[in-house]
């Protein structure tokens, strides 16, 4: 694995979430691995363990985002090796990707990182039935309206068992669709019609803390 250790700056991106008044309520942070506002080519789980050390050990969580909330994105790996920990649970959302596997280990630290008063998101939410096992934990869920028609959007929307959860629509990209999700039952928005996403550069972190993390990231 190269992380390319002789890097002297870091990047990462942050885009707002914003309230039915458009009030920033959080910000989604975003690995960047250079001064070009796009994802880069390294594998989700490297991407994730980078932010991760560069947010928690080395940049101040305050200066990315304020006194607001920070949702990052946590793929399998790293919730398996508890990354989430690094962060103070009342200061970040615990995004959990499209791409992880809602299995029992999964299911078992998702469970302890509840108890420890993390919060839970399930990001690009595609309303599968394998989330079900899940939906006890969940206190956010996130749909990518693009990928859905807007009427069936919200025959959707009406067959989710809310409760306490709260609803964020991500990729809204125009007024309309920003009322229409507001109408249908959301309650939080994140896409290019608030704010794209923002390049923060700052210096890297300790080699040491960089060996450290990068010693969990490759335990099995």
Request: proline content about 4%; some cysteine.
């Amino acid at each position: 694995m190269d992380w390319n250790t002789d890097r002297a700056e870091t990047y990462v991106a942050r885009q707002t979430i914003v309230g039915p008044q458009c009030q920033i309520v959080g910000y989604e942070l975003l690995f960047r691995d250079r001064w070009e506002n796009a994802c880069p080519d390294v594998p989700l789980h490297e991407a994730n363990t980078d932010l991760v050390s560069r947010t928690q050990l080395s940049l101040e969580l305050e200066k990315l985002v304020g006194a607001n909330l920070a949702f990052i994105n946590f793929p399998q790996h790293s919730l398996l090796n508890k990354f989430p920990t690094f962060f103070e649970p009342e200061r970040i959302i615990v995004e959990i990707m499209e791409t992880v596997e809602p299995n029992d280990d999964l299911v078992k630290v998702c469970t302890e990182l509840k108890d420890q008063g993390y919060r839970l998101a399930l990001d690009d939410f595609d309303f599968n039935k394998k989330w079900q096992r899940m939906s006890h934990l969940v206190d956010i869920i996130k749909v990518d309206i693009s990928t859905i028609d807007s009427k069936l959007l919200a025959r959707k929307v009406e067959t989710l068992v809310r409760g306490s959860k709260s609803l964020i629509a991500e990729r809204i990209e125009t007024s309309e669709q920003f009322h229409h999700c507001k109408d249908i039952g959301f309650d939080y928005f994140q896409g290019y019609h608030f704010a794209r996403p923002e390049i923060l550069e700052q210096e890297k972190l300790a080699s040491n803390n960089f060996a450290m993390l990068q010693l969990l990231a490759d335990q099995p």
